[in-house]
């Protein structure tokens, strides 16, 4: 993820958020503050629902929003509104405060919709926004056209005008790196166009340390496509080598010995001994391969004799083939699960029935939606509402495909993300 956006309303988020995605950046809207974005969201869009709050308990809702982010290195935007309603001065100084940041760069200029800023005053269609109908506004009403008054309401931060020339001058960089040295302050800059907002945005970026972004719908227009859309790479596939069919052993052993993939025998035995399984050993082995961008086999039988073990196995546990089988597909489903916690990947190959319905499950899956076909019967599709969100996941029965199906399987989604 590149970016945070917290937004104080929810047409907001959106009208924001939208700029974003459509820069190609997976933006997702939360309607609460404790909600976690999918594995590959680019934008987390925020929602604090607190224009209408006093400003105590709006600054409170911002910090919150936040708290669980400021160890991470993102770019923070906080949306406000472009005519300034709600609580911007407590909102913006949280804001500063939860990410530890010094500097806040307000631009919340919106030159298409009429929205400007003009000597530290707000505009709306060349009018003085105090003169206009948002003055007074039934919830939320405006007082002052001068942005600087505003703030000042609810923060006793210093507050900075920086005036058109300045923005024009070819050195708003230069002096927002002085008024980083003078923090915790406020920022606000003039802008009349969308050329003037690319220019902001521009000096913020280029900054050794990047400030608080603040404005509205405008500014996030003006960032570009690098400050929220994390570089895309091929992931490594994980695969979920289950069954015992000497058919899947052929496919596993040729992606071995042609180099498409690290594998990780898994001993049945030691798996199922336990009430409590170990799995850290397992998680290490597979996510250190996986981190380093191999695709990855666990694999539970390595040659015919496997099978052969089974009736001793079951009288060992004191189960039935079919208990086992299933102790064994759930087994394999919370170590795919305890692996995909811990690393990234780009796709699932789950081969028998019996695993790919556990792993179903352990990711908390509701459905599985068919996309394509890799090979006759063997589909790639995705998991519904599950921990992969919409990575595909490709399934195969046992005895299916031919030897170099999960070969093909692997180049399949290494094409899908040469697609993006």
């Not at 030159?111 to 039934?138: I, K, M, W």
């Not at 902001?200 to 050794?208: D, N």
């Not at 519904?384 to 070969?407: M, Q, R, Y």
């Amino acid at each position: 993820m590149k970016l945070i956006v917290i937004a104080d309303d929810f047409t907001g988020a959106n009208d924001t958020g939208v700029q974003l995605a459509k820069k190609g950046a997976r933006t997702e809207v939360m309607l609460f503050a404790r909600q976690s974005p999918s594995r590959r969201a680019d934008v987390l869009v925020i929602n604090t629902d607190s224009r209408a709050l006093g400003a105590s308990d709006a600054a409170d809702a911002v910090t919150q929003a936040l708290a669980r982010w400021r160890q991470q290195d993102l770019l923070i935007y906080k949306k406000i509104d472009s005519t300034f309603r709600g609580n911007p001065g407590a909102e913006i100084e949280a804001a500063l405060h939860a990410s530890g940041k010094g500097l806040a760069l307000i631009a919340a200029a919106i030159p298409g919709a009429g929205r400007t800023t003009l000597n530290g005053e707000c505009l709306v269609h060349q009018v003085p926004l105090a003169q206009t109908e948002f003055a007074s506004d039934p919830r939320t009403p405006i007082s002052s056209s001068r942005i600087k008054t505003i703030l000042q309401q609810q923060s006793e931060l210093k507050v900075i005008d920086v005036v058109l020339p300045a923005v024009r001058s070819g050195e708003l960089a230069a002096l927002l790196r002085q008024y980083q040295h003078q923090a915790p302050v406020m920022v606000v800059v003039d802008a009349l166009t969308e050329q003037d907002l690319a220019l902001i945005a521009e000096a913020a970026l280029s900054l050794p340390e990047t400030p608080l972004l603040v404005g509205a719908a405008g500014l996030a227009a003006a960032l570009p496509a690098s400050a929220c859309i994390t570089k895309r790479q091929t992931l490594p596939v994980l695969v979920i080598a289950g069954s015992m069919s000497e058919t899947t052993r052929r496919q596993v052993a040729l992606a071995i010995n042609q180099q498409r993939a690290q594998v990780v025998d898994i001993d049945v035995a030691q798996l199922l001994m336990h009430d409590v399984p170990d799995f850290s050993g397992l998680v290490q082995q597979t996510s250190t391969l996986l981190a380093a961008g191999q695709h990855t086999i666990l694999r539970t039988s390595r040659s015919a004799v496997d099978r052969q073990k089974i009736d001793a196995l079951c009288q060992q546990l004191d189960c039935t083939r079919a208990a086992l089988g299933e102790r064994l597909s759930q087994r394999l489903g919370e170590l795919t699960l305890a692996i995909i916690d811990r690393t990234r990947i780009g796709g699932l190959f789950l081969t028998g029935g019996d695993i790919a319905i556990a792993v179903a499950h352990a990711l908390g899956a509701e459905g599985y939606r068919i996309q394509q076909e890799v090979a006759p019967c063997v589909p790639c599709g995705c998991f519904i509402n599950s921990e992969l969100d919409d990575l595909p996941v490709i399934t195969k029965a046992g005895g299916f495909g031919s030897e170099s199906v999960l070969c093909d399987a692997l180049s399949f989604i290494e094409e899908m993300y040469c697609d993006h």
